[in-house]
Nanobody, 117 residues
Framework: QVQPVESGGGLVQAGGSLTLSCSVS?????????VAWYRQAPGKEREVIAT????????HYKDTMRGRFTIYRNYHENRAILNMNCVKFADTAIYYC?????????WGQGTQVTVNT
């Protein structure tokens, strides 16, 4: 069982920055784990932001998320990071981390990000 745990959410002013972190409760990221960040705004479907492959760090972004969002891995601290810059009110959502391992996707509980205008 893989249990992703998100942290770093909270209240942020529009135009500011926020860093979210994802780790594995009681374990570590391994090998070809595919780590992804998603978000779900009120009344909207969950959407992917970016993915990163743990072993080689290769990254992919949803086109509309390029530029203000950066995903990377902190290999030594065993965390997958999502940096958010120049946040907007529309970025208000619950942000989820998922880990795909051996074709099974595991989801975290999510962390709330609220952007104050």
């Amino acid at each position: 069982q893989v249990q992703p745990v998100e942290s770093g959410g909270g209240l942020v002013q529009a135009g500011g920055s926020l860093t979210l972190s994802c780790s594995v409760s009681g374990g570590t990221f391994v090998g070809d784990d595919m780590v992804a960040w998603y978000r779900q705004a009120p009344g909207k479907e969950r959407e992917v932001i970016a993915t990163i492959t743990w072993d080689d760090g290769s990254r992919h972004y949803k086109d509309t998320m390029r530029g203000r969002f950066t995903i990377y891995r902190n290999y030594h601290e065993n965390r997958a990071i999502l940096n958010m810059n120049c946040v907007k009110f529309a970025d208000t959502a619950i942000y989820y981390c998922s880990v795909k391992r051996n074709s099974i996707v595991y989801w975290g509980q999510g962390t709330q990000v609220t952007v104050n205008t």
